[in-house]
């Protein structure tokens, strides 16, 4: 998709979720009392503190892989790559972008494509871990009548088989990278018979020997930088779901916190099915339709603003100004005086 075409969706689509939220709220706080009883104190923490968390616990998981995988590329460079795979993620369908522009920044930095790759593969694992869990969750919390009516828990049993699935599959990958490529290359060699892929196949043969070799020496080595990258993937999207918290609070709100957060996993595994830019529109409505039952009719539309601005308004205005500022750079965070890896 044309990078400025996702953006502008973004923004329409989100414009159009709000609408559908006012739509739904009919008795809506006024903003005078709205902005009265705004606790600064929480808006401050759910607005700035939570995405600046996000992005140096993520940077950090990044970090564990990068030392390891390129060895060179700072630490704070990978809080900012964080940031920016923010912004691409919501300019992109199903947040595809924001892998790519993560490779693009690291390449910048100094590694190579094929190590660039292995990184976020080894992140995307971890994350994939997580959901996995979380999808079993899910999957016992309906069965006992503790989320909302979303129809027979088949919906939730293959979800949660969905992305275990994916995780027992990327572990074997991680396990046994000699044979991943092998079943790579031989479809790439496939591909390169054809005349328009044969040029793209052709240029992946180089990133993927990096891949294998970067899975070897994860697996031969370095398996516990894995394990500990399991808890900081809690950490991160925990932090997500604690913007809600926050977020009522901010409106003066005292909401249960454990029951909030529940929804909250619910709502982000929702959400990661929505093929719309940055979940654009789906998150807006979804929102206020799971939320319903904790925050009060009136104060909906301002909740979701608030929670939408902390996960992905905010975000993807600092990630944008990072972007381009890597785009007008011809290197990453002082590549030049670093050796690159090799």
Request: aromatic fraction near 12%; charge should be positive; hydrophobic fraction near 55%.
């Amino acid at each position: 998709m044309n990078f400025r075409l996702g953006v502008s969706l973004f923004v329409v689509l989100s414009v159009l979720g709000f609408m559908v939220v006012f739509f739904l709220s009919t008795d809506t706080v006024p903003l005078v009392e709205m902005v009265g009883r705004l606790d600064m104190r929480f808006l401050g923490l759910c607005v700035v503190a939570v995405p600046l968390v996000d992005w140096m616990v993520a940077g950090l998981r990044m970090w564990l892989f990068t030392t390891v995988v390129c060895s060179g590329i700072p630490y704070n460079a990978c809080v900012k790559n964080c940031a920016v795979g923010s912004f691409m993620g919501a300019a992109t369908p199903s947040q595809t972008g924001g892998g790519l522009a993560q490779v693009y920044v690291l390449v910048k930095e100094g590694a190579t494509s094929g190590q660039a790759v292995s990184v976020l593969y080894l992140t995307f694992l971890s994350t994939l871990v997580f959901y996995a869990s979380a999808g079993v969750v899910l999957w016992g919390l309906h069965a006992a009548g503790r989320l909302p009516d979303g129809g027979a828990s088949s919906q939730f049993a293959l979800v949660a088989v969905l992305f275990v699935g994916m995780a027992v599959l990327g572990f074997a990958a991680l396990l046994k990278p000699q044979k991943t490529q092998a079943g790579l290359e031989l479809l790439v060699n496939r591909l390169q018979s054809r005349k328009r892929l044969g040029p793209w196949a052709a240029k992946i043969k180089g990133p993927l020997d990096e891949w294998s070799a970067a899975m070897q020496l994860m697996a031969r080595r370095y398996k516990m930088r894995f394990v500990f990258s399991i808890p900081i993937t809690v950490v991160v999207f925990f932090n997500k779901y604690f913007t809600a918290y926050l977020a009522a609070r901010a409106l003066g709100l005292d909401t249960g916190l454990v029951e909030l957060m529940v929804l909250q996993m619910f709502l982000h595994i929702l959400l990661y099915f929505f093929p719309t830019p940055g979940g654009s529109g789906a998150a807006e409505v979804a929102s206020a339709v799971v939320m319903q039952s904790l925050i009060p009719s009136g104060l909906l539309p301002a909740y979701t603003l608030l929670w939408r601005t902390s996960i992905m308004y905010f975000p993807v205005l600092i990630g944008g100004i990072i972007l381009i500022r890597y785009i007008r750079k011809s290197t990453g965070s002082d590549v030049s005086a670093r050796e690159r890896p090799a």
